[in-house]
């Protein structure tokens, strides 16, 4: 199947170390050779790439690889086609659309036999409250995953006139991932990063196999951060010491299908799991989400201005106690366990430059 990465940052960085690795299971250490893409957040703006391509040998994938753009949140997909023609653009993933004037963007790894490509797109399911005049959404190629992204996306749109709140957007997306699930328990493998903006991205895992084989599709993740140390790719002869090109100020949670380096601590995702990465860090449950959001790192766009005229502090009379709220201690725990693991190991945290990279 496909493989997925993402970066989500307290500090602006560029992600180079881990794209280096990451697009060599393009054609050359792995065999997910049918095109890439990535999609960099750059303030509201979103930057996409994508090749049909194997990443390994693409010229456009080279250029990225050394081209340190500095984001605070990012994702990028390698494509072992399944459905959708191979060898066309519409296919290939991160596919991105705008929702309440905020781009959004979206990659999965798996099959979701409820919008399978074997089916006439307006014959699967309507998610949520979305009703048939709600579909706003349409895929242009002919992935599950996009079927799947468009989907979510109405299913956002008819429970949301404006953007929602953070704790809001990560309970409706649970909702939403588990009506998916449900009824295909034992066939459905539904790995997939979202992004929602600058700030936020989100990642479900609902692992597996396919039936005959032995590769395990799911996500893991780690978070680097003081004190950083040196950190080892597995698919390429290469290490970066970030102790020397990183700051206290950065933390950097990088996520993907397999861990891309050997002297690090990953954490697998659970089945059934949704995080939500703000800063480099994972939030478990809805609740723990508005800490971001107090903050000032909701989703933002004019939207909000327009109904609240203020910038982006909106419904804020919500959050009136989010004072005594804190992020529960296993985001805190995972933290510091990490680092300290890592420390124990010689890896550390790392960030994807090369002068400041993760």
């Known amino acids: 199947m496909c493989q997925l990465l ?3 940052c307290a500090q602006k960085t560029d992600f ?10 393009g054609g050359h250490s792995d065999k997910h050779s049918d095109g890439w893409g990535l999609s960099i957040y750059e303030g509201r703006g979103l930057r996409t790439f994508t090749d049909t391509l194997p990443a390994a040998e693409s010229p456009l994938a080279e250029l990225v690889s050394k081209y340190p753009i500095k984001t605070l949140n990012m994702i990028s997909h390698i494509r072992y ?13 991160p596919f991105q659309r705008e929702l309440w004037g905020i781009q959004f963007c979206f990659c999965h790894n798996g099959d979701v036999p409820k919008f399978s490509s074997s089916v006439d797109f307006m014959q699967h399911p309507l998610l949520g409250k979305t009703r048939e005049e709600d579909r706003i959404f349409h895929p242009v190629g002919d992935t599950d995953s996009e079927s799947l992204f468009c989907a979510i996306l109405n299913a956002l749109r008819a429970e949301y006139a404006s953007p929602p709140t953070l704790p809001e957007l990560y309970k409706t997306v649970q ?26 991205l989100m990642a479900y895992s609902w692992p597996g196999s396919r039936p005959g084989s032995k590769v395990w599709n799911g996500l893991y993740y780690t978070i680097r951060q003081p004190p950083f140390t040196k950190a080892n790719l597995v698919d390429m002869d290469y290490h970066v010491d970030f102790s020397t090109v990183t700051t206290d100020n950065d933390r950097v949670a990088v996520i993907t299908t397999k861990p891309l380096t050997d002297n690090e601590k990953w954490v697998e995702m659970k089945k059934g799991e949704l995080l939500m990465f703000d800063r480099g860090l994972p939030y478990f449950h ?12 909701g989703l933002c766009s004019k939207v909000n201005k327009k109904i609240n005229n203020n910038r982006c ?12 709220i804190m992020v529960p201690d296993e985001v805190c725990t995972l933290g510091n ?22």
């Open 286 to 297: 809805a609740s723990a989400c508005e800490r971001a959001e107090k903050e000032g790192r």
């Open 6 to 8: 993402g970066m989500n």
């Open 175 to 200: 909702e939403l991932c588990d009506e998916v699930i449900s009824g295909e328990e034992d066939t459905a493998i539904l790995n997939f990063l979202l992004g929602c903006g600058e700030f936020t």
């Open 337 to 358: 366990t990490i680092a300290g693991e890592s420390n124990a190991q010689e890896a550390g945290t790392f960030q994807d430059t090369m002068v400041r990279s993760h």
């Open 313 to 324: 502090v909106f419904k804020r009379e919500r959050f009136q106690s989010m004072d005594s």
């Open 16 to 25: 180079c170390f881990s794209f280096a690795g990451f697009r060599l299971r």
């Open 81 to 93: 086609a399944t459905q959708g023609h191979k060898g066309d653009l519409a296919n290939v993933h």
